[in-house]
């Protein structure tokens, strides 16, 4: 086994070219790599990691090595730099291994099997395609070479972690066990004093960010959400904007220095809802410093927007005092290489995320810039009734594409109105029941054709959950309830919760497959009062869970139809299906009785 060294990992935080995007600002080009003189005695024979890679491994008595990197990652850069073109190295792995490299951010086949082993990933199979080797960040030649030896002699296959589960046999009892050591693993796994979380990475995950920001008054959580929004200025970029990925070494300080624009989005998004609910300015404004980062150089001339910028401005070298520097010193020595691939689940990410901003800043150019890549992503990535990921790779569809185009769309539609956006939404989801069930609860990460089988992914399958059961109520569908209701308690089970860390966008699944939920009604009497307040306050709302409806003389449905005819002004509602609230006449009653009862139910 490969020794782990825990600060050589890129990590993928969650839910995956070449070029360069050029800046707004002329720059000046990064000083080139030297390049040494044959490509035989740089690097392996990369080959891809495709369909037939194992027939070929048979074929020439070989084992399969894969190299899962990124472009933006230090330690990918330093492990190729190193221990790839060190020529014993080479020559070992080109007699005994067929060696594949892949992008794991164009592969979601790859990534989503394998994030939890960060980047870059060395995975090691047979020529039958069992798994004899998984291992995490950087490893030196001199580690290396004798672990491929060894392997080469004794073969070994690795134990699957796989869990196959009936989802019909669970039972309240078990499920309730096993929501008890989710809602135990979280608290536990969170440092109150220093924000974020108690091990070696600081950075703020969402769906711990959201969990606990909807139960801050009844579980006192109000402390550690104040102290990761304040403290993620250590990772915040103060000189170009925007958030960098994570810092190590249990503190703030220890910058690692790529940027990932699905973080972007997560971050906007946490600042946001965190400027809603507490009034702060300071973290508007930096979602807002996000959004000017992500125009400036991630920003493509299509609609949508470039995946990543890479964390070192000489690839393999350290960047800390390149980022120490103003904007104006960064500019003159160049900026670092920007991987200009528009992948579809990152994408959706920013466009809900620019919807929000939208609503909580009230500038009308975020909604714009939103809209314009959803139509964009629309138009470009849609094949038949499925989302693919980017414009290269087309063998697979991903599950975490289409759940996160769907959620995306029903945002546009909250923020517009519009059916379009409803409609294609409803259509994403009614082909991921159809073609992404396994039959075992979990849904697949993704379906195609892949040299590897497609398995699940704990965090795809809570967010399929809980778009599913959302869509369940949006579309009238019993069948996305019992897709979700399926999801949910495969993810309980106790086999499947002994493989996790900490998950508490189970806990929200559970909170909210157990309820409807509230959704808010303009009826439109005569005029436009009270829209222009109503669409933000409905859109900004820190809280996933919540539907909101425009009704006139025209689209009121029966059941409201009483209440509609009962006032001759416009006013607002928030209803269930067995209860609908006072009407209210005015934007801040409104708007106070919203973050009342949504938010203060728990």
Same mark, same amino acid.
């Given at each position: ?104 951010? +164009?592969?979601?086949? =790859? ?6 082993? &960060? ?22 030649? +001199? ?45 536990? #796994? ?27 008054? @009844? ?14 200025? &250590? ?22 220095? +790529? ?22 300015? #300071? ?5 807002? &410093?996000? $959004? ?5 150089? =991630? ?8 995946? $990543? ?59 714009? /810039? ?19 990921? &980017? ?7 991903? =599950? ?9 769309? =029903? ?59 959302? /869509? @369940? ?23 499947? *919760? ?11 699944? #559970? ?12 009826? *439109? ?31 009121? *449905? ?10 001759? +002004? ?33």
């Amino acid at each position: 086994m490969f020794k782990q060294v825990l600060i050589g990992i890129c990590f993928l935080i969650t839910i995956p070219f070449f070029g360069q995007k050029k800046s707004a600002t002329p720059v000046k080009k990064s000083a080139a790599v030297p390049t040494k003189t044959t490509v035989a005695q740089t690097k392996p024979n990369w080959q891809h990691f495709d369909a037939d890679i194992f027939t070929r491994a048979k074929k020439e008595n070989k084992l399969v090595l894969l190299h899962l990197r990124a472009n933006w990652c230090h330690w990918c850069h330093v492990m190729e730099e190193k221990t790839y073109a060190d020529k014993k190295v080479i020559a070992y792995l080109n007699k005994n291994y067929i060696a594949c490299t892949e992008d794991h951010d +164009e592969r979601q086949d =790859l990534t989503s099997l394998y994030n939890d082993y &960060g980047w870059p990933a060395t995975i090691i199979f047979d020529s039958n395609g069992n798994e004899l080797l998984k291992e995490p960040g950087y490893i030196s030649a +001199e580690e290396f070479l004798p672990s491929l030896m060894k392997l080469r002699k004794n073969p070994k296959k690795m134990e699957s972690d796989f869990v196959s589960t009936d989802p019909r046999s669970q039972n309240e009892t078990a499920i309730k066990a096993s929501l008890q050591t989710v809602n135990d693993r979280f608290r536990n #796994s969170l440092d109150f004093q220093g924000g974020g979380f108690v091990f070696g990475q600081k950075y703020i995950e969402f769906d711990t960010f959201e969990y606990a920001l909807s139960h801050f008054r @009844s579980d006192s959580l109000s402390q550690w959400i104040r102290n990761s929004i304040v403290n993620s200025a &250590g990772i915040y970029d103060k000189a170009w904007g925007g958030v960098f990925q994570y810092s190590t070494h249990n503190d703030w300080d220890h910058v690692h220095y +790529e940027k990932l624009l699905f973080i972007q989005a997560r971050y906007m998004k946490m600042y946001c809802w965190y400027f809603k609910l507490f009034g702060d300015s #300071s973290a508007l404004k930096q979602a807002e &410093g996000i $959004a000017k980062y992500v125009d400036r150089f =991630l920003k493509a001339p299509n609609g949508g927007y470039y995946n $990543a910028q890479d964390a070192d401005l000489i690839k393999g070298e350290k960047s800390h005092e390149y980022f120490a520097l103003s904007d104006a010193e960064r500019i003159k020595k160049g900026i670092p290489d920007i991987d200009s691939n528009v992948y579809t689940s990152d994408n959706a990410q920013y466009c809900e995320a620019l919807t929000i901003l939208w609503a909580a800043s009230g500038k009308e150019k975020y909604l714009t /810039a939103a809209l314009n890549c959803t139509d964009f992503l629309m138009s470009t990535r849609k094949t038949n009734t499925a989302y693919m990921h &980017g414009s290269k790779y087309a063998s697979t569809v991903s =599950l975490k594409d289409n759940i996160w185009m769907a959620q995306n769309l =029903l945002m546009q539609y909250r923020a517009t109105q519009k059916e379009v956006y409803k409609n294609e939404a409803g259509k994403i989801l009614q082909n991921v029941i159809n073609t992404f069930p396994s039959g075992q609860g979990y849904f697949y990460t993704y379906v195609g054709k892949s040299a590897i089988k497609s398995s699940y992914n704990i965090s795809e399958n809570i967010q399929a959950c809980r778009v599913l059961n959302y /869509a @369940s109520h949006v579309f009238s569908n019993p069948d996305h309830k019992t897709k979700a209701t399926e999801i949910f308690n495969f993810l309980t089970n106790e086999k499947v *919760i002994d493989n996790m860390s900490t998950e508490p966008g189970i806990l929200s699944a #559970s909170e909210e497959i157990k309820t409807e939920p509230i959704t808010a009604a303009l009826m *439109i009497k005569k005029g436009e009062a009270l829209r222009s307040d109503y669409i933000p306050s409905c859109v900004s709302i820190p809280h996933f869970y919540f539907n909101a409806a425009i009704y006139n003389k025209e689209t009121v *449905i029966a059941d409201k139809k009483d209440l509609f005819d009962s006032f001759d +002004e416009n006013f607002t509602v928030l209803c269930t299906s067995s209860y609908c609230s006072s009407p209210m006449f005015n934007s801040k009653d409104f708007l106070d009785f919203l973050y009342k009862r949504v938010l203060d139910a728990k």
